[in-house]
Structures are given as C-alpha cells and as structure tokens.
Nanobody, 125 residues
Framework: QVQLVESGGGLVQAGGSLRLSCAAS????????MGWFRQAPGKEREFVGGISRIGSNSYYVDSVKGRFTVARDNAKNTVTLQMNSLKPEDTAVYYC??????????????????WGQGTQVTVSS
C-alpha cells in the first residue's frame, strides 16, 4: 500500500503558475502509474494528466495540454504537476492517485487504487 500527500496548492492570478507535488510513502512510486485529477464544486472528479511507471509516456486532458506537465522522480518517490498559464476554470481541489493494475495511463478515477487528500488550487480572474 502507498500513502500519497499533495502539496503546493494555493491562490494565484490568471496567467500564473503553480507546481503541485505528490510525495509517496510506504511503497516505491515506480510500482504505479500515477495520475492527477481535479474536482470543482458540484462537478465530478476529472482526469487532468498522468504518467507511466518509468515516465516514458504522459497524457493530458485536452483542456490542459500545452499548459500542464506531469513528471515523476522515482528515486525521490515524488510526482509533480507543473501548471502554467492558469485559468479561473482550473480552480479545483487537485488529487494525485496511484494505479497498481495498469501499465498504461487511464483516465477513469474508479480505476485508481490510492489517493491523496487533495490540495486546493484557486485561480482568480
């Protein structure tokens, strides 16, 4: 079992940047495909981006392509989400999650096994 803790959220103006980190403990994060999700009030949890176990492939929802980047450092047991050119519609609680069953990045939150507690990102206009 792996424990995940997100950090780095906060309040930023539109056009700004934030870098979220997800620190894993308990097991090495290299055993998992890692995903980032977000959930805005009144909306379903949404896939943002994910990265394969060795970091060779990453995938993103169309709305963040070119602005967000997922990276992983298996030696440090961390995964990051670099968010640039932020927009008010990016406002949400952001979660990292670990998928133990797949070698491919999947966008269905129900398929992920472990979740962090989330970190709030608020983008003001």
């Amino acid at each position: 079992q792996v424990q995940l803790v997100e950090s780095g959220g906060g309040l930023v103006q539109a056009g700004g940047s934030l870098r979220l980190s997800c620190a894993a403990s308990g097991r090495t994060v290299s055993n998992y495909v890692m995903g980032w999700f977000r959930q805005a009030p009144g909306k379903e949890r949404e896939f943002v981006g994910g990265i394969s176990r060795i970091g060779s492939n990453s995938y993103y929802v169309d709305s963040v392509k070119g602005r967000f980047t997922v990276a992983r450092d298996n030696a440090k047991n961390t995964v990051t989400l670099q968010m640039n050119s932020l927009k008010p519609e990016d406002t949400a609680v952001y979660y990292c999650a670990a998928d133990r069953s797949s070698v491919l990045v999947r966008n269905d939150p129900k398929l992920y096994d472990y979740w962090g507690q989330g970190t709030q990102v608020t983008v003001s206009s």
